[in-house]
């Protein structure tokens, strides 16, 4: 294939203005419900976010089509909690209650070993995310997503997920 050709083909699946094609704005869709879904069977034992005004979901990603997609979710309500979703901040985690790290997000080590300590649920879509610290992994299986679960780093951080969910996982790691 010839250098053009590979630049044209680059481009059509990058999309207009390099926003992903609509198989991976579907996918995305896809992942940002199932992010919600997650925080509404988590058990938070302290900040829980029924005690406060807002879940606050922080988004850690270098894709502006990531983040706008979280975004368009932003005021619905999440066990009875306004969703309020924010670009996950430099300096750590505080004041989030979830924190999805897109595969595009610079190392994110430090962001999960916070959100850890500070008993914020993680998901992330990025191969690796649970072997890395993560609580729940988003995972492309055929043409569906599925998720893996670190049952030891969620029960590190003081978070319960609902048993219905766990026996939903494709993987549940002790």
Known sequence: ???AARVLVLLTLAGPLGWP???AQQDLAVKVRLTLSLARFTQWPSAD???TDALRLCVLHRSPPVFASFRGKAGELVNG???LVLEA???GVAGCHVLFVHASAPA???????????GVLTVGDGDGFVAAGGMVELVPVN????FDVNLAVL???HLVLSSQVLRLARQVRE
Request: net charge positive.
């Open 89 to 91: 901040p430099s300096g």
């Open 49 to 51: 976010p029924s005690t």
């Open 81 to 83: 909690s306004r969703l």
């Open 143 to 146: 043409d569906a997503v599925r």
């Open 1 to 3: 294939m010839t250098f």
């Open 108 to 118: 994110f080590a430090e962001h999960v070993q916070d959100a850890v300590r500070r």
């Open 155 to 157: 029960r590190a951080a």
């Open 21 to 23: 094609p609509a198989w």
